[in-house]
């Protein structure tokens, strides 16, 4: 079992930054994909990066350049480094851990960009 909690969200500018994070607990994720969706109000959940380890990162055409996903293996967490934000970007953010097979989902935190 994994168990995810995002934080970091709140209300920002357009064009200022957030980070969001990630904090994983119940099991080591140390090896297991990593990565970030969002949900807009009346839209579909959608991708925005993905982390399995340096090198095997992917991104969102909408975020390139503006976000950067990371993670701290010895802390079990993840992180979405937010810059550059849009109005568009208004969503939940969701934090998402793919292991042995499993989906694990965290609860989401809140991003609002004004215009």
């Known amino acids: 079992q994994v168990q995810l909690v995002e934080s970091g969200g709140g209300l920002v500018q357009a064009g200022g930054s957030l980070r969001l994070s990630c904090a994983a607990s119940?099991?080591?994720?140390?090896?297991?994909?990593m990565d970030w969706y969002r949900q807009a109000p009346g839209k579909q959940r959608e991708f925005v990066a993905s982390i399995i380890r340096i090198g095997l990162i992917n991104y969102a055409e909408s975020v390139k350049g503006r976000f950067t996903i990371s993670r701290d293996n010895a802390k079990n967490m993840g992180y979405l480094q937010m810059n550059s934000l849009k109005p568009e970007d208004t969503a939940t953010y969701y934090c998402h851990v793919r292991k042995a097979g499993l989906d694990y989902w965290g609860r989401g935190t809140q991003v609002t960009v004004s215009s």
């Open positions: 119940g099991s080591n994720v140390t090896v297991a994909l």
